[in-house]
C-alpha cells in the first residue's frame, strides 16, 4: 500500500491554515505515514491529527536552500521540537559542500542530529541530489551515516528543473547506505508508478503534495 510510505506535503510559502486542516483530514483519511508543514504549522498540525491514524508530524530546517548558519537551523529545530514536531526534515548547506567544505558539514548536523535524538525524534538530512554529482551523493552517504541520521532525502522540491527525486539517485544512495539507514524521496513525484519505482529502487519514504492523486490513482497537475 502506497500510502504507508507517504510523507504528505504542502510547503509553499502562501500556505493556510485551511489547507494544513484539509491535509491532516486527508492523512488520517488514507493512512498517510506523516503530514510535512510549514514549521510555523506544526502545532496546528499537531491539534489536528490529535494522535489520530498515527500520523506523524514533520517539518523543515533551513529550507529550501540550506545556507542559513547551524546556530540559526538549532533554533528552529528547538522551536519545532517545542511545537510537537516527531520529524525534522533538514536541508544541508549546498555551498559548503560545493566549496568541499565536508568538515562544516559534518559538524553541523553532528551538532542538530544530537540535539533532535536527545528528544527522541527522527532527523532526515535533505542532500539535494539533482544537483550534485554522483561522487558527491557517495560522500553525502559516507558522511551523514557517520554522523547517524535516520534518512537521507534526495530533494526539496524547490531545486533547478528536473533536480527531484529520481531512480538513480536513490539506488545510488541505498548501495552506498548502512541498511539502518532509510531513504527519503521526494521532489515531483506525481503518480503511482514513479513512486512505485522510487521504493522498488530502495526508498523508504516519499514527500509528496499529490499524495491522494498518488494512492487513488488520479491525474496529478503539479506541485511539489
Given amino acids: 500500500m502506497l500510502a504507508r510510505y507517504i510523507d504528505h506535503t504542502i510547503l509553499k510559502p ?12 486527508e492523512a488520517i483519511e488514507y493512512g498517510f505515514a506523516a503530514v510535512c508543514v510549514p514549521p510555523p504549522f506544526v502545532a496546528i498540525a499537531r491539534q489536528e491529527l490529535g494522535g489520530r491514524g498515527g500520523v506523524k508530524v514533520a517539518t523543515v530546517i533551513g529550507f529550501p536552500f540550506g ?23 533538514v536541508v544541508i548547506d549546498l555551498i559548503a559542500l560545493k566549496a568541499g567544505d565536508w568538515t562544516l558539514l559534518t559538524d553541523e548536523m ?26 558527491e551523493i ?7 551515516s557517520g ?17 527531484g527525486a529520481t531512480e538513480h539517485a536513490v539506488r545510488l544512495m541505498r548501495a552506498h547506505l548502512p541498511a539502518g539507514i532509510r531513504i527519503k524521496a521526494s521532489g515531483g513525484i506525481r503518480t503511482a508508478a514513479l513512486a ?14 499529490a499524495s491522494v492523486e498518488i494512492v487513488t490513482a488520479q491525474p496529478a497537475a503539479g506541485g511539489y
Fill in 110 to 135: 553532528r551538532l542538530l542530529t544530537e540535539k533532535i535524538h536527545r528528544a527522541g525524534k527522527i532527523v532526515k538530512v535533505i542532500i539535494e541530489s539533482g544537483v550534485l554529482t554522483d561522487e
Fill in 196 to 209: 512505485q519505482q522510487l521504493i522498488d529502487a530502495g526508498a523508504d519514504r516519499l514527500g509528496c503534495s
Fill in 67 to 89: 545556507y542559513s548558519v547551524a546556530a540559526a537551523k538549532l533554533a528552529e529545530v528547538e522551536q519545532a521540537l517545542a511545537d510537537g514536531a516527531d520529524e525534522l526534515d
Fill in 147 to 163: 554522523v547517524g541520521v535516520d534518512f537521507l532525502k534526495t530533494s526539496t522540491g524547490y531545486a533547478e528543473k528536473g533536480a
Fill in 14 to 25: 502562501t500556505t493556510s491554515h485551511i489547507e494544513i486542516s484539509k491535509i491532516c483530514g
Fill in 138 to 144: 557517495i560522500r553525502c552517504c559516507q558522511v551523514y
